[in-house]
T-cell receptor, first 116, second 109 residues
C-alpha cells in the first residue's frame, strides 16, 4: 500500500499518560501535515513539517503537544499528559510539495485517540 | 473571520435532485480550492479542485469559483444515497490547507 500510513488506528490512554501517533507519508511525498477533528466538527490544522523541519506549527497547542519528522522514519505527533479534551481523531496528510493544485493532500486513515 | 467558511447547516435532498454546497473565503490572493468528501468515521478524500474562475465539471460533480465574490461551490447532479457524506471545502494557505467546518449532505431514497 503506497498510501499515507498511520498507526495505531485506535489508541486508548488514561489521563496523564503520553500518546504517540505515527505517520508515514505517501511514497515520493516530503511534506507532512497533522490535523485534529473533534466529533461533529471540521478539520483543524495543527502542524506542517518537512524532513527535519517544522514549517508551520501555528495550530499546535502551546503545551503538551509536539511533532517531528526526522530524516529517517515516520512523523510523530506526541501528546504528553493527555486530558479528556484530547480525545479526537488525528489525521495525517502528505503532499509532494506545499499544498497547491499540483500537490493536493492525501490523507491517512487517522488515529482515534480516546482518553479515559 | 475564518479563512474558509461553510455556513450552511445540514443539507437533505431527495435522490436524483441537485445538491448545492457553498463556501466563502477571506483571502483575495487565494488561487485554488479543493473539495473533499468524508464519510462518517473515515478520512477525507479529494474529489475536485478548481483554480480558474467559472465552472469545472467531472462526471456528476461541478465546482464553481467566483473570485470577485470570493465564493466556491460544489454541485452534485443526480444525487445518490451513496453521496451522503460531509463535504469539506479547503484553500491553500502558505503551503498548508485550511478547511471549512464542512456541510453534511443526506440524500434520501
Amino acid at each position: 500500500n503506497a498510501g499515507v500510513m498511520q498507526n495505531p488506528r485506535h489508541l486508548v490512554r488514561r489521563r496523564g499518560q503520553e500518546a504517540r501517533l505515527r505517520c508515514s507519508p505517501m511514497k515520493g511525498h516530503s511534506h507532512v501535515y497533522w490535523y485534529r477533528q473533534l466529533p461533529e466538527e471540521g478539520l483543524k490544522f495543527m502542524v506542517y513539517l518537512q524532513k527535519e523541519n517544522i514549517i508551520d506549527e501555528s495550530g499546535m497547542p502551546k503545551e503538551r503537544f509536539s511533532a517531528e519528522f526526522p530524516k529517517e522514519g515516520p512523523s510523530i505527533l506526541r501528546i504528553q499528559q493527555v486530558v479528556r479534551g484530547d480525545s479526537a481523531a488525528y489525521f495525517c496528510a502528505s503532499s509532494r510539495e506545499g499544498t497547491g493544485i499540483n500537490s493536493p493532500l492525501h490523507f491517512g486513515n487517522g488515529t482515534r485517540l480516546t482518553v479515559t | 473571520q475564518k479563512e474558509v467558511e461553510q455556513n450552511s447547516g445540514p443539507l437533505s435532498v431527495p435522490e436524483g435532485a441537485i445538491a448545492s454546497l457553498n463556501c466563502t473565503y477571506s483571502d483575495r490572493g487565494s488561487q485554488s480550492f479543493f473539495w473533499y468528501r468524508q464519510y462518517s468515521g473515515k478520512s477525507p478524500e479529494l474529489i475536485m479542485f478548481i483554480y480558474s474562475n467559472g465552472d469545472k465539471e467531472d462526471g456528476r460533480f461541478t465546482a464553481q469559483l467566483n473570485k470577485a465574490s470570493q465564493y466556491v461551490s460544489l454541485l452534485i447532479r443526480d444525487s445518490q444515497p451513496s453521496d451522503s457524506a460531509t463535504y469539506l471545502c479547503a484553500g491553500p494557505n502558505a503551503g498548508k490547507s485550511t478547511f471549512g467546518d464542512g456541510t453534511t449532505l443526506t440524500v434520501k431514497p
